[in-house]
């Protein structure tokens, strides 16, 4: 079968390392995935592909046309693709209601299937029919438990002291840095050091999360936040707000803790995991999200699709 992935190219590593690893998990299942990515920023830059893609899809012929992202799906409408799978990421459902609105006019009118993260999306989103509850999977091969002092002398942090790790670039608001600045400020430890993931190679953040005493997510809303699941399998404690599908995934796991928005609750929490002091269970109880597991499910989607 072979698929064609759209998706923003505009990361400094080009395809995002999520979308790409995705792809990666179907081949074995003897999909030929090809990517097209769309430059430019905002919404001209995606306008702009209409015409390209169009183009390249005069000249090239697919089974399927997954889409991430909702604006990455409507370019592929308008560029006239068929048997579309668009695949909502999160702020596309959680953050403006009329987003909704145009997901709804372009779900009804030429999209052969809809993938959310988890099911506080699919609540949000409103659409049952040909909707699918699909978060992305994990390579556990990739994240994986790294011994504490190979992983510290990696990426350069003091073995005399603790870290925490803000599992994304501080600058973008819906992470809410503030919450985790706040939380770490309140635990007032001289020995606690505060890190963030911001341009990072993706085969180097397994050593990041190995290096870190307490992994924390913040965010205001998620979908499926990969970076849990990521430091689920490398077995590392975390705190994180309650959003997406956090709860479903960690709160089984001794070590690992769900938070409210109060930075003294979050605080608390830090505190937990370090008394904790310890690797998880986090991988054994992921294992339903193994990549393969769930590019299976994938797979699947897009043979409903061709057979009908």
Request: proline share 3%; charged share 25%; net charge positive.
């Amino acid at each position: 079968m072979k698929v064609l992935f759209v998706s923003s190219g505009n990361t400094k590593n080009g395809i995002s390392p999520i979308i790409k690893n995705q792809g990666e998990s179907l081949n074995p299942f003897n999909i030929d995935i090809i990517y097209f990515t769309i430059k430019g920023k905002g919404i001209k830059g995606y306008l702009n592909s209409i015409s390209k893609l169009r183009k390249h899809l005069k000249n090239n012929s697919y089974d399927i046309i997954h889409a991430h992202y909702w604006l990455s799906a409507l370019v592929v409408s308008l560029a006239g693709g068929r048997n579309i799978v668009a695949s909502l990421m999160g702020d596309d459902v959680k953050t403006k209601k009329w987003y909704i609105w145009i997901i709804y006019i372009f779900n009804y009118f030429s999209w052969s299937a809809i993938i959310v993260k988890s099911k506080d999306m699919y609540i949000s989103l409103g659409l049952k029919k040909d909707t699918y509850i699909v978060p992305n999977g994990i390579d556990i091969d990739r994240f994986r438990p790294i011994p504490r002092e190979i992983a510290l002398e990696r990426v350069g942090w003091s073995s005399e002291k603790k870290h925490i790790l803000f599992t994304s670039d501080p600058n973008r608001v819906e992470k809410n840095f503030k919450l985790a600045k706040d939380a770490f400020d309140y635990v007032g430890d001289k020995n606690l050091e505060l890190h963030f993931l911001k341009d990072i190679p993706n085969n180097e953040i397994p050593y990041y999360y190995n290096a870190s005493s307490v992994v924390v997510l913040s965010s205001l809303w998620e979908g499926s936040p990969n970076a849990i699941k990521e430091s689920m399998a490398c077995n590392i404690p975390i705190v994180s707000t309650n959003v997406g599908d956090v709860e479903d995934v960690l709160s089984k796991t001794d070590g690992c803790y769900i938070s409210s928005f109060d930075h003294k609750e979050f605080a608390s929490n830090i505190k937990k995991a370090l008394i904790f002091g310890k690797r998880t269970t986090g991988q054994e109880d992921i294992a339903h999200l193994k990549s393969e597991l769930i590019a299976k499910k994938i797979v699947d989607i897009y043979n409903n699709i061709k057979g009908k």
